[in-house]
T-cell receptor, first 114, second 114 residues
C-alpha cells in the first residue's frame, strides 16, 4: 500500500479482555516496529521485526504483551488481560531492510481500557 | 523508557517568525531524525541526518547533526499556521541489524498565531 496501515483506528475494551492490533507495513519494507505513545508523551519503543524474526523485544513492558509477524508483512500486537495503564496510542512503523533507513509511521490505534 | 531531552517544551509565536528547537542525549547516535505529529495522526518524517556535522534543509526547515553525535537542532523559518503541531526528534542506534529502534525526544508543541 501507499503507507503504513493500522487497524482498528480506535479500540475501547474492558479491563481484563485481550486485544489484537494489526499493522500492514509499506509494501517491500522488511523492517517493522511497534511503539507506544501515552497521553502527552513521546514514543516508547516496544519491539522490532526484521522479516518474521524479532531481534529486539526489549521494549515490551510485560509478558502480557506479544507480537508476531507472518509472511514478512502484516504484524499483530496482542495484549492479554488488559489493564488501565495499557491505555495509549499504539503506533507501527516500517522501513527498508537493514541500516539507517528512516521509519515511516501509521496513524496508530488508540486503545482505551475501561 | 529512555527519552531524549528536547527543548523548548512549547512555543507560541507569531506567523512569520523563525523557530528553533533542539535535542540532546547522553548517548551517541548514528542517525538523527525529526518528525512532526498532528492530532490523531502518526508522526511524519521531516528530515533525516546521517553524518556528524551534516546540515540538511527541506524547504523552510533546516536541521543539523551535532559533531559530538549527541545533539541535533531543527530550525523553521518564516513560520505559517500549518506549522502547528508537535515536533519530535529521534535518535537511531544501529548495530549490524540487532536493533534499529528509535529513541524519541519529549516533543516540542508549536503554536502559530496568524
Amino acid at each position: 500500500g501507499a503507507g503504513v496501515s493500522q487497524s482498528p483506528s480506535n479500540k475501547v475494551t474492558e479491563k481484563g479482555k485481550d486485544v489484537e492490533l494489526r499493522c500492514d507495513p509499506i509494501s517491500g519494507h522488511t523492517a517493522l516496529y511497534w511503539y507506544r505513545q501515552s497521553l502527552g508523551q513521546g514514543l516508547e519503543f516496544l519491539i522490532y521485526f526484521q522479516g518474521n524474526s524479532a531481534p529486539d523485544k526489549s521494549g515490551l513492558p510485560s509478558d502480557r504483551f506479544s507480537a508476531e509477524r507472518t509472511g514478512g508483512s502484516v504484524s499483530t500486537l496482542t495484549i492479554q488481560r488488559t489493564q488501565q495503564e495499557d491505555s495509549a496510542v499504539y503506533l507501527c512503523a516500517s522501513s527498508w531492510g537493514f541500516g539507517a533507513q528512516p521509519q515511516h509511521f501509521g496513524d496508530g490505534t488508540r486503545l482505551s481500557i475501561l | 523508557g529512555q527519552q531524549l531531552n528536547q527543548s523548548p517544551q512549547s512555543m507560541f509565536i507569531q506567523e512569520g517568525e523563525d523557530v528553533s528547537m533542539n535535542c540532546t542525549s547522553s548517548s551517541i547516535f548514528n542517525t538523527w531524525l525529526w518528525y512532526k505529529q498532528d492530532p490523531g495522526e502518526g508522526p511524519v518524517l521531516l528530515i533525516a541526518l546521517y553524518k556528524a556535522g551534516e546540515l540538511t534543509s527541506n524547504g523552510r526547515l533546516t536541521a543539523q547533526f551535532g559533531i559530538t553525535r549527541k545533539d541535533s537542532f531543527l530550525n523553521i523559518s518564516a513560520s505559517i499556521p500549518s506549522d502547528v503541531g508537535i515536533y519530535f526528534c529521534a535518535g537511531q542506534e544501529f548495530y549490524g541489524g540487532a536493533t534499529n529502534k528509535l529513541i524519541f525526544g519529549t516533543g516540542t508543541l508549536l503554536a502559530v498565531q496568524p
